[in-house]
């Protein structure tokens, strides 16, 4: 039981937290637990105020302990799940919603983190179904109508998302998130000119909203302004200097304009902030997560011997340090990997070697290997495989099977080799559709796969599971990650073919089964030089 003294002293602090006065308030909270380490509700009330500046890991700690000596609180549990799904911890926090529901079934703020924490786990059926419960006790809930929009655009139900964002304007025209969030989807759906107007609506009511900056930096990317969209993505995070997306949005702008020591500076940052500062290997992660980015950040064209083989120096010493942080960090099999290293490997192609006009086998196997062990593409069950003949299975797999040089290029080639030998399996990376895809669908199996950070086991799994003896990447639209795939027990070989005129040679990634690997390397070749043969003839016609 608190004395009479320590309850006063704690109103005093609560009338100051309410008017305001935050310093004063955090200082009595502070000399309360000093006395009392049990006085929840300067635990708790404490940790508000620490969240409210941004110290989100000692705001969990206070919040937490309260909770622990309070365990039926609901205020406590509403403000513990608001502090977990802020720092990222969608799973608990859906967790402990559940928890306080059990307490107060109709509690609108439990029922809306929940939605909002399903939203981001991509659960987002379940996530309308909790946000429809949100609005069926309060019809104008600004946030739940907004979310809702979000959740309906990820279903890819636009006119509906659309509605819900606009209820919410109809509701409160101010209401500069709602701005923003339809600027997104406007985005999203290409139509820039619109979402352009959305950003500044939101701007014009908030001109420090951080994401209606970086949203105005994607419009203009999208639209190849970028000094524009760099300029947008600087006052996004000088407006929020926390804001991992608007460093991920501005590192990979950096490294498409070729700044590539701002587009490392800014991952660097991406890194920091998204890295957990309690990860036991903290300094090696950002330390893999910069040299993997590095990767792309090494010019990829060259002008004589001398600069391919500058690059190949600095690419090998790279990798060198890619391995090194990966000795030192562990088992990958055993590590759960940081959003920020995941990203790292997403972003970054790493096929520069496809230009040196060399057969680089160890140092591409060396790339895949470190990939493999990041994104731990064994560690799930693998499909039942299917029944083959005894035909060469050879397989395509590309971002870029669509109307673009390499993708014709590679479809010419593929299409001049015997049907008789070879049995054809391509993989789209992509859902888009034209005359060289549809093309592409009639050489043999054909398959949508999405090569993404949530689907690539998936994928790997699928190609696996077609029992192929060759995978064929073409040097032109491999997706990010991609290159993890030629270790899943193949070995990578590079078929150099004629190229155009005037132009660098074609490089076209190989990877095969370690069995049978003799007969139908040859077989390969063979094939390769018939099929440049052919192209050659073809194009002198």
Known sequence: MASADEQQKLQTALSHHQNGNINEA???????????????????????????????????????????????????IENYASILFQIGDYKT?????????????????????????????????????????????QPNHLAALNERGSALAELKQYDAAIASIEKA??????????????????????????????????????????????????????????????????????????????????????????????????????????????????????????SIFSLDCIQAIYGDEAEIEQCRMRITGTMEAI?????????????????????????THGFHIAYQQDDDRQLMRSYSQALRKILQVDDHA?????????????????????????????????????????????????????????????????????FTLASFKYSIDVMRADSLDFLMLPDVGIEQGALAIPDCSCAVHLVGTSGYDGVAQHRLFFVERSGRASRLRQALHRAADTAAQHLSLHRKR
């Not at 404490?46 to 609901?74: C, Q, T, W, Y």
């Not at 960090?329 to 490997?345: K, R, T």
């Not at 789209?428 to 669908?441: I, Q, Y």
């Open 323 to 347: 391995n090194r942080e990966l000795n030192a960090i562990g088992n990958g099999a055993a590590v759960a990997w940081p959003q920020s290293v995941l990203e790292a490997v997403f972003q």
């Open 93 to 137: 926090a859906l967790q402990i919603c559940e928890q306080g529901r059990q307490i107060d079934q109709s509690n609108v703020t439990l029922s809306y983190v929940s939605a909002v924490a399903l939203l981001k786990l991509n659960r987002l059926q379940d996530a309308l179904v909790q946000f429809d419960r949100v609005l069926s006790q």
């Open 26 to 76: 955090a200082k009595l909270y502070r000399e309360l637990i000093a006395a009392n380490s049990r006085n929840s509700y300067a635990l708790h009330f404490l940790g508000v105020i620490e969240a409210g500046v941004g110290h989100f890991d000692e705001a969990k700690s206070l919040i937490a302990d309260s909770l622990s000596l309070r365990p039926g609180n609901v205020q406590f």
């Open 382 to 450: 693998p499909m039942s495989r299917t029944k083959r003949s005894d035909k060469i299975r050879l397989g395509i797999a590309s971002e870029l099977l669509k109307d673009h040089p390499g993708a014709r290029y590679a479809y010419e080639w593929l299409s001049n080799l015997p049907k008789d030998d070879y049995e054809f399996f391509i993989y789209a990376f992509h859902g888009g559709v034209d005359g060289l895809t549809r093309k592409f669908e009639t050489l043999g199996t054909f398959k949508r796969l999405p």
């Open 169 to 290: 304007l109809a509701v409160n025209p101010q209401y500069a998130e709602a701005h923003l969030n339809k600027g997104n989807l406007y985005l999203d759906l290409t139509r820039t000119a619109e979402a352009i107007v959305c950003y500044e609506k939101a701007l014009a009511l908030k001109p420090d909203l951080a994401e209606a900056w970086l949203g105005m930096g994607n419009v203009f990317r999208a639209i190849k302004q970028n000094d524009q969209a760099l300029a947008a993505y600087d006052k996004a995070l000088a407006a929020n200097p926390s804001l991992a997306q608007a460093w991920f949005s501005r590192s990979n702008l950096c490294k498409a304009i070729g700044r590539f020591d701002e587009a490392i500076d800014s991952f660097d940052r991406l890194l920091k902030l998204t890295t957990p500062k309690d990860h036991d290997k903290y300094d090696n992660v950002i330390a893999l997560g910069r």
